[in-house]
């Protein structure tokens, strides 16, 4: 009979062809999948050359652009042709290019590329994401990821865990991303070091994918080696008709030894940020008011999902940013962009004078799209606020939910939605846009006119034919 095992250790042990597994235990494991970027590829594919020449598998091999692209220089562009040129002469058949790419971390979940049980080495740190869908993931050095590549194969020691058992109903406004912030404030940077985090509890079991999503990814901002979720009916609905694979549901077993219990009461989380210079440096929200921000940060491979587009829009809908403050919004896959547009979201934001970008990782790790100058302070919906982590090395980042920032860039310090005033409800038939004539001299307001047949037949020829053919409808 087999040893009581938690979930990390049962997946673990199935990739190792083994009945069991142990805490402390080495073992070699089959990979599901081996992930790159285009900081961390180049290093990957050159030990894969030297140690095979060939990828194991050409579609259990991901390669996804993120960080510094649509390419921000020379060295930028030179590092995304070694992964573009690698992809192609190896046909990896998960090979993002710009235009289809995404953060990856979203993106891979989004695309069904990663599912329940698989084991997933990313040359990325927050590869932890992928165990919000029940998969053991974790980042690895890019010569790790070259061998696995190359192989198939990774060595693990197997580690503990710890399990966080969440219960009771989160308050309005408490997120996903309070929830892991606040955990981290308790056990700090190390207090999961090369330990798996498995997160249970009816206010885990409440959440949707996308926060859950969040919980998992900040798993190694405490030090874990995995932050897993068990599999339910929320992650089902999610896989069900996106997963490339079949996948398999993994639990702890009920009498399976784990290096600490630590029971939560979900009434306690409160919208929190995580103050400079460590993600475990957190207060209350409600406490940092008296920070005056110059810069907001809505995206990354924590928040950039739809629901985080959702939540920021609906605080800054009718509202605009105070003029002191840049409010940079990234939303993470072409798919959640288009999702913006379709919803109106983007409306959203140009009216409240956001600047909205293309996916990409660059201001999170301080590449590029928000760079913070000497002394200056940004909140951000990211997950690392280490020294100089955006720009210079006396500038500040402040960790929150996409809801706090949103609202924080509004108020021009730390706020909550509740601290705005209310917001500027637009007519019902006011504008989307304003169309000027070419010579600037007549503006005609969209709110003035109601559709294309409503056309003057002496209307001047700027406005309603020549080169701007514009469908009226589609702007009201």
């Known amino acids: 009979m ?48 030297e140690v095979s020449g060939t990828v194991f598998d050409k579609d259990k091999v991901i390669l996804v652009p993120d960080h510094y692209v649509p390419n921000k220089d020379i060295k930028s562009a030179e590092q995304a042709k070694i992964v573009r040129d690698f992809a192609r002469e190896q046909e990896v058949s998960h090979f993002y290019e710009v235009g289809c790419m995404g953060v990856e971390h979203a993106l891979l979940p989004e695309q069904g590329v990663v599912g329940a049980g698989d084991l997933v080495i990313g040359a990325d740190s927050h590869t932890c994401t992928y165990g919000a869908l029940g998969a053991f993931s974790t980042g690895v050095g890019s010569t790790d990821a070259g061998v696995g590549m190359a192989t198939g194969k990774a060595w693990f020691k197997v580690p503990e865990t710890i399990k966080f058992v969440v219960d009771g109903k989160l ?73 490339e694979r ?83 919004v990234i939303p993470a896959t072409q798919a959640v962009w288009q999702a913006c547009v379709d919803e109106g979201l983007m409306d959203i934001f140009m009216a409240a004078n956001c600047a909205v970008s293309t996916p990409t990782c660059g201001p999170c790790l301080g590449g590029y799209m928000g760079i913070l100058a000497a002394g200056e302070r940004a909140i951000a919906t990211t997950n690392r606020n280490f020294v100089g982590r ?35 409800e637009m007519p019902a038939n006011s504008a989307k846009a304003s169309v000027l004539a070419t010579d600037g001299a007549i503006a005609l307001s969209m709110a003035d006119v109601a559709s294309a047949d409503d056309e003057p037949e002496d209307a001047p020829s700027g406005l309603f034919g020549g080169t701007l053919n514009i469908n009226l409808n589609d702007l009201i």
């Open 390 to 424: 955006m720009g210079d090395p006396t500038s500040e980042v402040y960790l929150s939910s996409p809801a706090i920032a949103a609202a924080s860039a509004v108020a021009g310090h730390i706020a909550l939605p509740e601290d705005l005033p209310p917001r500027e």
């Open 2 to 49: 087999t040893r009581p095992m938690t979930m990390a250790e049962k997946i673990l042990a199935a990739h190792a062809g083994l009945d069991e597994v142990s805490p402390g235990q080495l073992i070699e494991c089959d990979l599901d999948l081996v992930l790159a970027n285009d900081v961390t590829a180049p290093i990957a594919i050159r030990t894969c050359k």
């Open 171 to 243: 308050a309005e406004g408490v997120t996903g991303k309070d929830l892991i912030l606040h955990i981290i404030g308790m056990i700090g940077v190390d207090g999961a070091l090369y330990k798996a985090m498995e997160f249970t509890g009816s206010a885990i079991e409440a959440l949707p994918m996308d926060e859950r999503m969040s919980i998992s990814n900040m798993a190694i901002e405490a030090g874990g080696k995995a932050g897993l979720i068990p599999v339910d009916d929320v992650t089902r609905a999610y896989m069900d008709g996106r997963a």
């Open 246 to 328: 079949p996948y398999t549901a993994y639990y702890s077993d009920a009498d399976a030894e784990f290096a600490e219990v630590i029971t939560i009461d979900a009434a306690d989380i409160v919208p929190t940020v995580s103050f400079p210079h460590l993600p475990s440096n957190t207060r209350p929200a409600a406490d940092s008011r008296d920070v005056k921000i110059d810069q907001a940060v809505i995206g990354s491979c924590t928040n950039g999902r739809l629901r985080d587009m959702r939540q920021a829009a609906e605080v800054l809908r009718g509202r605009t940013v105070h003029p002191d403050v840049r409010c940079i």
